[in-house]
């Protein structure tokens, strides 16, 4: 079955670091692109960043630079989306994405990981 | 803020015909980058419905279509049926911001 696994659910104090993770099955994982999307509590969808598995290379939300790092292990076919120091406003649900490079649409998702950054 | 507008909700009885509108600008829909529209249930991950402006992905029904002119895109669902009650979102690319963009979410009431 074609399918992106994501990792667990974690709660987080502010200011700890988390690596949260993407995995693809079924398919050739280094052939398409992975993005990462937030969605805060009841609220809609934002873009962070994607990564070509291929040759790691990334590209980000203007809004999201700095904050968040992602990469990946082509290895074990996972991309990671990564904080050094969470904050409160991080928690969310974040879902991988991947498409085909020169397509611009997300064809198959993953189920998502709550992050909870609560004091 | 997203630059792709939404209406916040739409309704109509079983059977009837809603469309979603999604308003963007020129340096997004209006420079002709593609829309693309997802169902996403409570508590799930979004679905791909319609990519390219008008196709529809395999095993998504023909009630299903959508459209696009100049800085705004339209999805529309016909014979509206009870489990089409979810969240939809359009998605598209903004050359000035560089980045992917949604429009702000849409729930599809079934009266």
């Known amino acids: 079955e074609v399918q992106l696994v994501q990792s667990g659910a974690e709660v987080k104090k502010p200011g700890e670091s988390l690596r949260i993770s993407c995995r693809g099955s079924?398919?050739?994982?280094?052939?398409?692109?992975i993005s990462w999307v937030r969605q805060m509590p009841g609220k809609g969808l934002e873009w962070l960043g994607r990564?070509?598995?291929?040759?790691?290379?990334?590209n980000y939300n203007p809004s999201f630079r700095g904050h968040v790092t992602v990469s990946t292990d082509k290895s074990i076919s996972t991309a990671y989306l990564q904080w050094s120091s969470l904050k409160a406003s991080d928690t969310a649900t974040y879902y991988c994405a991947r498409y085909f490079p020169g397509t611009w649409h997300f064809d198959l998702w993953g189920r998502g990981t709550l992050v909870t950054v609560s004091s | 803020q997203s630059v792709l507008t939404q209406p916040p909700s739409v309704s109509g009885a079983p059977g009837q015909r809603v469309t979603i509108s999604c308003t963007g600008s020129s340096s997004n829909i209006g420079a002709g980058y593609d829309v693309h529209w997802y169902r996403q249930f409570p508590g799930t991950a979004p679905q791909l419905l319609i990519y390219d402006n008008t196709n529809r992905p395999s095993g998504v029904p023909d009630r299903f279509s959508g459209s696009k002119f100049g800085t705004s895109a339209s999805l529309t669902i016909s014979g509206l049926q009870a489990d089409d009650e979810a969240d939809y979102y359009c998605q598209s690319y903004d050359s000035g911001l560089g980045s992917y963009v949604f429009g702000t979410e849409t729930k599809v009431t079934v009266l």
């Open positions: 990564i070509d598995p291929s040759d790691s290379y990334t």
């Open positions: 079924g398919y050739s994982f280094t052939t398409y692109w």
